[in-house]
């Protein structure tokens, strides 16, 4: 079964930073490319980043090129995102799947709230 762990949400200052934390389980993690995504209020789903099965190559959506950073720690089946330069329209409720059923919320997801 399945079960993705995401953590690290919390408030922060437009400028800051936060780093969000994806602990899996219940599937070969290391093989699975994975993605991170998020939904703000009101809004749709929306692709923010994604590594290769091995962290080898990432992408990112274009508009968060330069101030989101993707990485993965497959000994420890968890995926990471450092976002820096926070902004306001950051706020959104952020969660990790993997990248062939991003769209899919399997966690709870962590709430990042930029706000001064």
């Known amino acids: 079964q399945v079960q993705l762990v995401e953590s690290g949400g919390g408030l922060a200052q437009p400028g800051g930073s936060l780093r969000l934390s994806c602990a899996a389980s219940g599937f070969g993690f290391s093989t699975y490319g994975m993605s991170w995504a998020r939904q703000a209020p009101g809004k749709g789903l929306e692709w923010v980043s994604g590594?290769?099965?091995?962290?080898?190559?990432?992408d990112y959506a274009d508009s968060l090129k330069g101030r989101f950073t993707i990485s993965r720690d497959n000994t420890k089946n968890t995926l990471y995102l450092q976002m820096n330069s926070l902004k306001p329209e950051d706020t959104a409720l952020y969660y990790c799947a993997p990248t062939n059923s991003w769209r899919q919320r399997r966690g709870q997801g962590t709430q990042v709230t930029v706000s001064s």
């Open positions: 590594i290769y099965p091995d962290g080898t190559d990432t």
